[in-house]
């Protein structure tokens, strides 16, 4: 990383000088429709889908497994594969690898200007950040309409919307379609554009890497949808051998889909660390890390070393659909809870891969609207190191009664509820941060307090879920279901709307309306505590998951917990009116630093010059001086960057 | 300094009181009636240990929820006379605060791993699965166990039940080997006797969940899973399969009973004369089964005359009981 003091001549990302002529470039580097953009990928994965289709029947045709069953999964694995790899071709996120594989000198990629870039491989961090949240929006909108999907059915206990077999499809897609987001959701949007700005780097550290872990994360959502012209799967987001093994040619979606979107975890995550840990400016010394920092690395941490299993997995599972291998066929000498563990030990870290980001955001935003210094800074990071170390090792609390060695069970309740004390940090964390404080109820202020609130109970429900004996009550019903929602959807969820609302105006210039935003978040909040509350009740009264008929006596619950859900859903409808309306139709032109912060990122120019920094800050303290006479500036900016913020110590007493 | 006082004592006050009011009201109109009630001794403990951990559950959400009311009720900026924070080293850390939550929570944590763990162990596994050698059981239950796969094992009141659950898509059958091994689509209890569930599966993973009993074990194929309970009230129950298994997952559930020991042994004994042919072509009983060679969900016990379509010749053959 180049820390020069000046503005660079060329540009650091790709080292090509800025405004150069395109002629006489390679085709691929044009402007416009001609170059390589989205439609020139969606064209080379319907064709590698083709060709990898043709080339699995070719293979395999003559086998009589295959002939006598109708379906060819081994033509299906490789068509998706070689659809994505068509994708990534198309897109261009091969042109530099290959080159350098054929011992060519790459052509690097141009700096692109205007709408189109978004639609390209474009290796400028603020654009993959901003070309996340639309994807990760994407997922969340198909995952939400199939939970209304699934709220439908459940509003009575014998009248069927649905068949069984498309609901079990509904309800997969839905449960793994939503983790797939959640991964992401954070790390991907906030993570990529922020990341950078906090620590006062130009760049990612790969900024190939970053654009392909993007472009690759859209090649997963369609991966994950190409089961549904084969009927879907049948395993729910958990995809259980010897389900797993018996279920249709749409298995071969979901385990590719996984293996796809965990190339992009994997990237992401290895991309993000080594960002942090080799791109930080001058003075940006661990102890003035901004904490929304500390909690993407230790995501990042945690994609890195997690997912590598849950993309093994994946493809011993498509080997064991497509070429006949028994990883997890007891018959053959395979294992089903060898899927079982594997799944899990990936599992239980990605369950804090959805929750350190929204304790982050919210550690983050808290001090700006409390005008008070984050408290216990390191005790929050510490939290956040604790949390990750741990998650590795309770991975088994998922298999307490599918007859795991029994006197492991102890064990992993013991870990499993020691994760409560790093946890219980930000709950320390966030108490004194708002004691004494001066509150400002700003949207995003008011979805990092419903953090809070949804998070702690979605934690404290989790402790009975890892004590053993109540787990035999409530594990694999509807209590289960409604903790993780509380947690991924009342911390994660909210804690990125808070996210949403806090940096949008940076990332786009324009502020996100006010009134509407209040109407979303309490709109937000309060039926997404009516959905899933009454769910700890119906499963405590017996409701279990996935199930499209329940007890009669649990209608009410249910219809209410439904309709509800039908409002969680409108509540969704009112932030896309007002995205649209304050980005598109009426945008209001942001201040260049709405809510006053002390951030790093808060004071780059508006809008941001692509090197971010015209130069590389020198960082003298860290970002929480709030309401401290006398305190240092956060930064020496260099000349004449900064009137984003003035960083006086004497406009922050005043705060 | 004073100021900060006030402030605390008055949330920690608030809290206590409201702790005890909640945790009370909890204790005695609530805790009774939680689920799964008390028809066996684990569904007793463990609705037991639901409601300790929920009374030292509420005070914690009580606690931060009266903090943050009281955040947002006194130090709105919206206020008038709201005082200017303070930043600060002050403001930044406080070792005593720190120490005391870390404590705390440290404590609580570990108390309730430790009274889990307990719990567990005096629960002979609180009605969960502990897999094929469970190391927590009730008296006489090894003794019945080992005895079940003789063709001479009895069962007479007072002594452990050995029921045997075989899931498969999408039903559950159960089978009594102290009767002479038969199946029955029905599963019968004695009253005051002490079960000792042996769950296994055809196919794919279900998990029998006997929602009155306390029981939840899952099945998985050539896996014997045993849970324990003893049964305290007559009365009918529920059994749903509570892991996603398929296709009718939703509609894999049906009824048992506790009945009387005498009218038990009465239904047992008749059922098994009346199945007594069926009984006979059924293989001999095992803790698991092989499913035949045509799949998962074809036929579900092994007739040595299919076609393995499988290189593994011993796939599909008959297989002689483990």
Redesign the interface.
Known sequence: MTISAERPTKNVATGTPPGSSHRGEPWTQRPGWLSQHLGTAIIAAVLGYVFGHWLGNYITSGYPYIANSGQNSAANALALTFGVVGWLLGIGALNYPLAKLVGREPVHEKPVEGWTRYFRYTLDHKVVGLQYVVGVLLFMFTGGLLAMAIRTELLSPTTHVFGPGTYIEIVSEHGTIMMMMATSIIVGPLGNYFVPLMIGSRRMAFPRIEAFSFWIFIAGYGVIFSALPYGGFPTGWTGYAPLQTQAGPGMISYLLGFAVIGLGMMAAGFNIAATVINCRAPGMTWSRVPIFVWSILATAALLTLATPTLFAAGLFGVLDKTVQTAFYVTEHGGSSYLWENLFWFFGHPEVYIMALPGFGIVAEILPVFTRKPLFAYKVAAAGMIGVALLSFFVWQHHLFQSGINPDMRPLFMLTTELISIPTGFIFLVGMGTLYRAKIRFEVPMLFAMAVFFNFLIGGVTGVFLSDVPVNVTVHGGFFVLSHFHYTIMGGLLFAFMAGLYYWLPKMTGRMMNKKLGQWHFWTMFVFFNLTFFPMFVIGLLGQPRRVFTYARNLTILNDFSSISAFLLGFSFLIFFANLMWSMYIKPVRAPANPWDSLGLEWQTANPIPEYNFERIPVIMTDPYHYSESGAPALADLGVGVSNATDSSSSSRSKK | MK??TN?LRRIFVVTLVLSVAADLLYWFLVGPH???GSMTS?AH???L??NI??VI?LP??IG??V??GY??AN????RAN???????AS????MK??VL??TI??VV??F??GF??V??MV?N????????????EPAGAAKAETAALTSSATWAPGKVLVVQVIAQQWKFTYRYPQFGGFESPQLMLPDNTTVAFN?TSL???H?F?A?QL?????A??????VAFTTTKQLGNF?V????????????M?DYGKVQTQANFATWATTTESANAANTAVLPAFAWTY??DAN???GGYYPDGTVTP??S?EV?GAKQAAS
């Open positions: 100021n900060e402030h939680v689920p799964p684990t403990d463990n609705q240990d639901f951990l929920l559950a914690v959400l931060v929820w903090f943050l955040s947002i130090w709105s900026a919206k709201v005082p200017e924070p303070q930043g600060g403001a930044r850390t406080n605060a720190q939550w870390i929570t440290s944590v570990l309730l791993a889990g763990t719990e567990l629960g596994g609180s009605g969960g699965g502990e897999g094929p050698n469970p190391v927590w769950v196919d794919v993973i998990s969940w929602y306390e029981v939840k074990a899952d998985n194929p050539q896996e014997n899973n529920t749903r399969c509570s892991e996603l298994c398929g296709l009718w997952h939703g509609a559930y092989v499913p799949g998962a969900a379509y499988s593994v796939y």
